[in-house]
Nanobody
Framework: VQLQASGGGSVQAGESLKLSCTASGFTLWHYAIGWVRQAPGKERERVACIVSTYGNIEYADSVKDRFTISTDNAKNTVYLQMNNLRPEDTAVYYC???????????????WGQGTLVTVSS
């Protein structure tokens, strides 16, 4: 099982970025898969999660109405479209999945490498 994340970068406040995470070794649309971020000196925060099979999507309150999680099942890829970015969104973003689980409340047990998002004011 591998998760390969990409798409991070440096942007100004108000701009957008789109993160991608391609899975291999399993079919992601069956399971809960999402994005978790960790800012310097802070705890990890679950940002968004999707279970494509059931159409379930969850967002942290801090990103609701600004971020959108989606999947391309043909590409076995999950995306995080981030709009109206704020300096407080600066963090390393990880994609993660619940192996063989389809509930976003479950503990993630497979992680990709992080991709850094930096938002300047």
């Amino acid at each position: 099982v591998q998760l390969q994340a990409s798409g991070g970068g440096s942007v100004q406040a108000g701009e957008s970025l789109k993160l991608s995470c391609t899975a291999s070794g399993f079919t992601l649309w069956h399971y809960a898969i999402g994005w978790v971020r960790q800012a310097p000196g802070k705890e990890r925060e679950r940002v968004a999660c999707i279970v494509s099979t059931y159409g379930n999507i969850e967002y942290a309150d801090s990103v609701k109405d600004r971020f959108t999680i989606s999947t391309d099942n043909a590409k076995n890829t999950v995306y995080l479209q981030m709009n109206n970015l704020r300096p407080e969104d600066t963090a390393v973003y990880y994609c993660a999945t619940v192996l063989y689980g389809s509930d976003c409340s479950m503990k993630y047990d497979a992680w990709g490498q992080g991709t850094l998002v930096t938002v300047s004011s």
